[in-house]
Each structure stands twice: as C-alpha cells, then as structure tokens.
C-alpha cells in the first residue's frame, strides 16, 4: 500500500548559487556524509558534483513530501539520505524526526519501502519518492 508519494524539481543552478555563496556551511546542513563523498567522487568535474548535489536536494524534498511534514516537525535535511541498494537502486536512509514519522505512518505489521527515482538533465534536477508498506510476512 502507498503511504506518500513526493516530487521535486529543482534548477541546478541554484544549487550551484548556494554553494557558491554558503560553501561548506550548506554542505554540512544538509548533506550526509554518504552523500558529500559521492559527490567527492566526482571532483573532477564541477558540474557534476553540483549536479549530484542537486539531485540529492530534490530526492529531500521529494521525501518530505511523501513523509507529509516538508522540512518541518521534526524533519530536517540531514535525516534524509539518498543511498544506493547493493544493486544500485536508490532509497533513502531516514534517521532522526524522517525516521520517527516513517513509522508513525506504517501500519503495524508492515515494513516500510521507499523507492527513489532521480535524474538530471541541465540545468534541472528532478526526483521522485514513494513511500509504500508491505506486509512484514512476505506475503
């Protein structure tokens, strides 16, 4: 069962006026360490690290939206972070105020699932997040 459903898009230029203007104190407020090393990985190319950035930024958003609190009640930028599934698919890692309200809104006997799509395609960033249970049994 879908619990929420969220989406952002975002103009990667911006992004890149904020880190710009605010550098590491932006970084630090809402990026995991997770997500600030995958962005390193990439320093040999600027626009894709802020592209990265970027991305990251929607994918928050998106999540708060599907939480149903925006960055707000508990909620804050560095308790949602995008990470990669051993196969390469995108979830989000909640911890903190995203965590709590992820299991305030997932029925008891259910396991919470978060799918994340994202993408860019200059100067936009877009991402997608669906919150869903399924049955803790497997079936």
Not at 73 to 102: E, F, I, S
């Amino acid at each position: 069962m879908i619990l929420g459903i969220g989406s952002d898009l975002i103009d990667i230029r911006r992004v890149a006026k904020v880190m710009e203007r605010h550098g590491e104190r932006f970084l630090a407020r809402v990026f995991t360490e997770a997500e600030r090393g995958k962005a390193a990985r990439r320093a040999k190319n600027q626009n894709m690290v802020v592209a990265t950035y970027a991305k990251r930024f929607a994918a928050k958003e998106a999540c708060a939206k599907a939480l149903g609190t925006g960055i707000r009640q508990g909620v804050w930028w560095r308790d949602m972070g995008v990470v990669n599934l051993p196969g390469g698919r995108p979830t989000m890692r909640l911890t903190g105020g995203a965590l709590a309200r992820l299991q305030a809104l997932t029925p008891k006997g259910y396991e919470p699932r978060i799918d994340v799509s994202i993408t860019d395609d200059w100067p936009l960033a877009q991402a997608f997040v669906i919150i869903s249970a399924e049955s803790a049994g497997g079936s």
